[in-house]
Every structure is written in structure tokens, then in C-alpha cells.
Nanobody
Framework: VQLQASGGGLVQDGGSLRLSCAVS????????MGWFRQSPGKEREFVAG????????WYADSVKGRFTISRDNAVNTVYLQMNSLKPEDTAVYYC???????????????????WGQGTQVTVSS
């Protein structure tokens, strides 16, 4: 399974970006998907997650009401719509896939089996 994240860039405070993560290698609809981020000197942190058929989503408190995770199982892609961006959202954003048939803790990075390469998001003040 391979994950390819895209859509990052430079945006001003209050702006929006939409990240995409294309998944190849099969089984996309069987994976819980998540987005994480990491900024310099900090640990990787959970941003958002989505269940296999998109019935359930999870968000970090810091992004609730601003970010929306979604998925399209027909094209094997998960998205992260980011609105009202703040400078503290600046980080490398990673998508991840959990192949387990059991729902564990979607906010736990160790739960995920596959990771994309990351895409840089920079929010200027």
C-alpha cells in the first residue's frame, strides 16, 4: 500500500487549503484513514480520522470546526479541508492508513500501518 499526499503550500492567516491523499495497492475501503501533523521540535500529533465507510469522523480539539476530513472510496482518496488556518497549523501533514479490521484508537499514530511522505503547510501571519 502506498500513500501520496498533496495539496500543501503557503497560505495567509485565515486562509484555506485542501489536502489530498491518494492510496494505491488495494484495500482502501477497508482502511481507517487519518491525518497527522508534525512541526519542528514537536511530536507528531493527530489531526483527524475517518472510518472505513465515512460514517464516523474524529478530530483533535485544536481543529474542530475548522477542518473537515472526508473520503471517496471510488477513487481511493482521503481529503482534509482546512479552513480558518492559523500560524500554529504550520507543519508537515501526513496521511496514514490503518489496515486492522478492528477499530482501535484512531488518534494514536501507532495504530496506523502505512504512511505517506508528508506535505508542507505553512500559514503566515
Amino acid at each position: 500500500v502506498q500513500l501520496q499526499a498533496s495539496g500543501g503550500g503557503l497560505v495567509q492567516d485565515g486562509g484555506s487549503l485542501r489536502l489530498s491523499c491518494a492510496v494505491s495497492g488495494g484495500g482502501f475501503s477497508l482502511h481507517v484513514m487519518g491525518w497527522f501533523r508534525q512541526s519542528p521540535g514537536k511530536e507528531r500529533e493527530f489531526v483527524a480520522g475517518i472510518s472505513r465507510r465515512a460514517f464516523t469522523t474524529w478530530y483533535a480539539d485544536s481543529v474542530k470546526g475548522r477542518f473537515t476530513i472526508s473520503r471517496d472510496n471510488a477513487v481511493n482518496t482521503v481529503y482534509l479541508q482546512m479552513n480558518s488556518l492559523k500560524p500554529e497549523d504550520t507543519a508537515v501533514y501526513y496521511c496514514a492508513a490503518d489496515r486492522s479490521p478492528f477499530l482501535g484508537n484512531p488518534d494514536n499514530a501507532s495504530q496506523y500501518d502505512y504512511w505517506g511522505q508528508g506535505t508542507q503547510v505553512t500559514v503566515s501571519s
